[in-house]
């Protein structure tokens, strides 16, 4: 089982959509989560931290489920600057460094 | 605001030849992170560094060698370059500390080996 499982998609919604993405975790031990967005040919970037009561940042709302092992993402209005793919970001912290591991990424498409 | 810098951003080698990424960050940073990218498989750590002067493997190391001589610079080096190692490669760097550090990239290097 891979350590942070994400649906590949993609996604092909229609602006003005809610769209939500859904991202599992293995290690119970893990201590935090981010969600990064990267663009097509770019690098990764922070999008949200994701905390334990949930949290908000605009359009975008990240939730943490412990329990069930799983983080979610939720892009109400979608933009078609939107489009991206999604990275879930879990740190198992090592104790000396930030650790974390990605997943393979959601993958966005907003159309007209 | 430059934050961090990887050079250089494109390179094609020939198997067996040697060549350094270098990056460099301007925030302080205590941490310093190589990744790979590669299809299908997200970003994996080669090698990290949690100061000046301290290297650390990570998940994918071998082919691989690092330096920290400088707080601000992370050297990736490849002694004798393979195709397997044709990727994307990603540097990184953080505050100290556990918990919750987000990570800041720089904007790739794309190397081939033919």
């Known amino acids: 089982r891979k350590e942070v499982e994400q649906d590949p998609g993609p996604f092909n919604v229609p602006e003005g959509a809610t769209v939500a993405f859904n991202c599992t975790y293995s290690?119970?031990?893990?201590?935090?989560f981010f969600w990064y967005r990267q663009d097509c040919r770019k690098e990764p970037k922070l999008l949200m931290s994701?905390?334990?009561s949930g949290n908000e940042d605009g359009r975008f709302t990240a939730q943490l489920n412990r329990a069930s092992q799983y983080i979610s993402l939720l892009i109400r209005d979608s933009k078609l600057s939107d489009s991206a793919t999604y990275l879930c970001?879990?740190?198992?912290?090592?104790?000396?460094?930030?650790?974390?591991?990605f997943g393979t990424g959601t993958r966005l498409q907003v159309t007209l | 605001n430059a934050g961090v810098t990887q050079t250089p951003k494109f390179r094609v080698l020939k198997t067996g030849q040697s060549m350094t990424l270098l990056c460099a960050q301007d925030?302080?940073?205590?941490?310093m992170y190589w990744y790979r990218q590669d299809p299908g498989m997200g970003l994996r750590l080669i090698h990290y560094?949690?100061?000046?002067?301290?290297?650390a493997k990570g998940e994918v190391p071998d082919g691989y060698n690092v330096s920290r001589l400088k707080k601000q610079n992370f050297l990736l080096g490849l002694e004798s370059a393979a195709p397997s190692q044709t990727s994307v490669y990603f540097c990184?760097?953080?505050?100290?500390?556990?918990?919750?550090?987000?990570?800041?990239f720089g904007d790739g290097t794309r190397l081939s080996i033919l």
């Open positions: 990184a760097s953080s505050r100290r500390g556990v918990g919750n550090q987000p990570q800041h």
């Open positions: 290690n119970s031990a893990s201590q935090s």
């Open positions: 994701v905390y334990s």
């Open positions: 970001v879990v740190n198992s912290n090592t104790g000396t460094a930030s650790k974390l591991t």
């Open positions: 925030m302080n940073h205590e941490y």
């Open positions: 560094s949690v100061g000046e002067g301290t290297t």
